[in-house]
């Protein structure tokens, strides 16, 4: 019998040094892989095809198809790491069929709810400059709720007009800094609280204790200020990065340059955000092909 906590332990270090992902990434491959293998009891060395068929099975009445995509990402990166490390020959997941899933189609807010929401902040005191800043960079400059939490005063360039992102893996990213967010950001600077330790020093967002402001707090300030803003749907801090992309690609974006700017390694990533109304596109495609009606009466 492999030893299974020793496995997750070399797995998670070879997940974060090696293939550069994420905290949250890390944490939730390791948490499906151990569930996988608390619910069947299974060794990692023996798991064969129909055991994780099995298991998806059994799970699928608590699992969306969506979920249990991801959890088969998670088994197929472990056992494909099991093979690196000559503990398997095979990876049992190649055999499995994913689960079909429709196309997630993420909550967008229109420009109009963007303006509600940016406008219901308080700004007569610090919190209030921090809050506006944090809902206009993550608008603006369509940053993850990670990437807003871990954002340096060093990496923002008030004057040149851009921010520079540290995103997943610790790839770094240059994004468009406009003036809205710019004039928020600086406000914001303005009446900082100090820092509650020397390494919080360039750290942006600080919470009311001096101390860098959670992923958590982002959240409930965001379901927050939409309450206040009279915006009744299902949002969260990633929802203004759907809308920026969203609002983006409507308004004429070249679709590489939002790939570049969300720090999408996929462009396949980035197109979901092409969703605009199809009268819209139908218009668009209708008046430039060669073979529309208007184009075919000049022949």
Same mark, same amino acid.
């Given at each position: ?7 997750? !332990?070399?797995?998670?270090?070879? $997940? %974060? ?6 905290? =949250? ?12 293998? %608390? ?7 023996? #798991? ?18 969506r979920s249990q ?14 093979? $690196? ?9 190649? !055999?499995?069929?994913?689960? !079909? ?6 909550? #967008? ?19 209030? $400059? ?17 990437? +807003? ?6 990496? +923002? ?17 240059? +994004? ?30 600080? =919470? ?9 707090? #982002? ?14 749907k299902e949002i ?19 679709? %590489? ?28 495609? $209708? ?13």
């Amino acid at each position: 019998m492999t030893d299974l906590a020793l496995l997750l !332990k070399d797995y998670a270090y070879y $997940l %974060r040094m090696e293939r550069k992902m994420s905290p =949250n990434t890390v944490e939730a491959y390791g948490r499906d892989v151990a569930v996988f293998f %608390r619910v069947t009891e299974a060794d990692a060395a023996t #798991v064969a095809s129909a055991d994780i068929e099995g298991y998806l099975g059994k799970r699928s009445d608590l699992l969306s198809a969506r979920s249990q995509s991801r959890v088969l990402s998670a088994l197929s990166s472990f056992f494909d790491w099991l093979i $690196l490390e000559g503990l398997r020959k095979d990876n049992p997941c190649d !055999k499995v069929d994913r689960p !079909k899933q429709g196309r997630y189609l993420p909550e #967008v807010l229109s420009v109009e709810e963007v303006d509600a929401i940016m406008q219901s902040v308080d700004l007569h005191g610090w919190q209030g $400059l921090r809050d506006r800043a944090i809902l206009e960079v993550l608008y603006g400059c369509g940053l993850r709720v990670s990437e +807003v939490c871990g954002l340096l005063i060093s990496h +923002v360039y008030l004057q040149e007009g851009f921010v520079r992102v540290v995103g997943k893996g610790d790839k770094e990213r240059l +994004v468009p800094l406009g003036g809205m967010a710019a004039d928020a950001f600086a406000d914001y600077l303005a009446l900082r609280p100090d820092p509650a330790a020397p390494s919080f020093s360039d750290i942006a967002f600080l =919470n009311r204790f001096g101390n860098p402001l959670s992923r958590i707090s #982002v959240f409930n300030m965001v379901k927050k200020q939409a309450m206040v803003a009279g915006v009744s749907k299902e949002i969260s801090p990633h929802t203004f990065r759907h809308s920026f992309a969203t609002h983006l690609i409507e308004n004429g974006a070249d679709l %590489r340059v939002v790939q570049e700017m969300l720090g999408h390694e996929s462009i396949l990533t980035t197109e979901i955000y092409t969703h605009i109304d199809s009268a819209a596109w139908q218009a668009e495609v $209708l008046e430039h092909h060669p073979r529309s009606s208007s184009a075919s009466a000049l022949l």
